[in-house]
């Protein structure tokens, strides 16, 4: 049972355009949600979260968007930049307890 | 600043032999603690946490434990590994939340563990 879902695996942005990665979750009590970016053989790198009281934060390129009635948030870049390729994590969670994580969606910015 | 620490990157053990993963953390004392993996083509899996010495609690029942012997030290066990205990094992730390709301999550650069 996957509580919280990136329903695409893969996802191929121009260089300079938008790119907007999804995620869904179905555990109502999650009330902090983050994302993450990843490349291989790393561990993943924090780079935003939203609070479950915000619909929106917003933090230099990266903006999250919460949407508590439809269980779903969304990361938006703009602009986007090679270095942004990379496997990106959408997680929720709250409290001490650990996060839950999704798939994972392959960013690929081309040039 | 706070750095979290693990070792070794890689490891490649046989089947049946134990385990041990050690992270550290410095620059923060009393931090929740936690190891996830990561299995080929999947997200990560929540193993285990810890809010202090000597607690743990554990998300999966499997063949692998884990112990809080220092604040800041974390370490993953086993005593004979399994073919599926194979993946990428990560350590995170994060500050109580009693410290001002929700703190996020900051990752180790993992292990990769292969077992033959």
């Known amino acids: 049972d996957q509580q919280v879902k990136q329903n695409s695996p893969s996802l191929s942005v121009q260089e300079g355009r938008i790119s907007i990665l999804n995620c869904d979750y179905t555990?109502?009590?999650?009330?902090?949600f983050l994302w993450y970016k990843k490349y291989p053989a790393e561990g993943p790198t924090f780079l935003i979260s939203?609070?479950?009281?915000?619909d929106k934060n917003e933090d230099g390129r990266f903006t999250v968007f919460l949407n508590k009635s439809a269980k779903h948030l969304s990361l938006h870049i703009v602009p986007s930049q090679p270095g942004d390729s990379a496997v990106y994590f959408c997680a929720a969670g709250g409290g001490a307890d650990g996060l839950t994580f999704g798939k994972g969606t392959h960013l690929i910015i081309q040039p | 600043s706070q750095t979290i620490h693990q070792w070794p990157a890689t490891l490649v053990q046989p089947v049946g032999s134990p385990l041990s993963l050690e992270c550290t953390v410095e620059g923060t004392s009393n931090p929740n603690l936690y190891w996830y993996r990561q299995a080929a083509g999947r997200g990560l899996q929540l193993l285990f946490y810890?809010?202090?010495?000597?607690?743990i609690s554990s998300e999966v029942p499997q063949n692998l434990s884990a112990s809080r012997p220092q604040d800041r030290q974390f370490i993953l066990s086993s005593k004979k590994l399994l073919l599926s205990d194979s993946g990428f094992y990560l350590c995170?730390?994060?500050?109580?939340?009693?410290?001002?709301?929700?703190?996020?999550?900051?990752f180790g650069d993992g292990t990769r563990l292969s077992i033959l």
């Open positions: 555990n109502s009590m999650f009330d902090y």
């Open positions: 995170a730390f994060n500050r109580d939340r009693g410290q001002g709301g929700n703190q996020p999550q900051h």
């Open positions: 810890s809010v202090g010495i000597g607690q």
């Open positions: 939203i609070s479950s009281i915000k």
